[in-house]
């Protein structure tokens, strides 16, 4: 079951919340991990933690996922982390998805492997940090889509087409559900109204999670943390 904390400042209780497992998981083990998500989200979220005590120096940097395009494209989500985040600390690795790579689904294979390396194996993510598309998506994981809706282990990250359906258009590379769901936290955060029937289906709608991938939050074994405003949560 998602906790569900109406905030109001969702990026300030978010930060709050990566300083706690992230310092939290470095205590415990010596060193944590956690995926940086894209989109609107992210850069208010990379503003406050630029202030926070995050033990950047016993911290290991993944990605959700990352569009086909070099890492200066606008349409970069490592160019966003970079540029509001990772340029201002100093963590202890930063694993890139390489949206670049010619072949993506060899691209992939790399990065699972380089999870599995730095996580060990099976690994397992610290903390996971997610937005909600308005079609369910959470990292790249479109609704339709069998990466979406894989249950297996066997895979952790997949090259995806192009979506057709939300911009930019571009093929993605995106963690599967299996490091969502073994998490030991996952943060979700939502503004706003026009999110608020978006965040009542991912949490009281009839479960199908091949139509709405943001699901997999309800098969996730560590903590899950719904951070909102009034106005997103006013469907609850």
Not at 19 to 28: K, R
Not at 45 to 53: I, N, T, Y
Not at 109 to 121: F, K, M
Request: contains cysteine; negative net charge; proline residues 7%.
């Amino acid at each position: 079951m998602s906790e569900v904390a109406i905030v109001p400042d969702v990026p300030a209780a978010t930060a709050e919340l990566v300083v706690e497992s992230l310092a939290g998981a470095a205590a415990a083990r010596g060193r944590s991990a956690v995926a940086l998500t894209g989109g609107s989200t992210a850069a208010p979220l990379f503003g406050r933690l630029r202030e926070a005590a995050v033990p950047w120096e016993r911290t290991e940097i993944f990605f959700t996922d990352e569009r086909a395009v070099p890492p200066d494209h606008e349409w970069s989500n490592y160019r966003l982390a970079r540029e509001g985040l990772l340029g201002h600390v100093a963590a202890r690795a930063v694993h890139r998805m390489r949206g670049e790579s010619p072949d993506l689904d060899a691209e992939a294979e790399r990065y699972a492997e380089e999870v599995r390396s730095s996580l060990g194996d099976p690994p397992r993510l610290d903390l996971v940090l997610l937005g909600l598309g308005p079609d369910g998506h959470i990292c790249s994981l479109f609704p339709g889509r069998p990466a979406s809706a894989r249950r297996g282990d066997e895979q952790l990250v997949q090259h995806v087409a192009a979506p057709t359906h939300v911009d930019p258009k571009v093929p993605r590379l995106t963690l599967l559900p299996f490091l969502v769901v073994t998490a030991r936290a996952v943060v979700l955060q939502i503004k706003g109204a026009d999110k608020a029937e978006l965040l009542a289906r991912t949490l009281k709608g009839e479960e199908d999670l091949m139509a709405w991938p943001a699901h997999w939050l309800r098969k996730a074994c560590g903590r899950v943390v719904v951070v909102c405003d009034e106005a997103a949560a006013s469907k609850l």
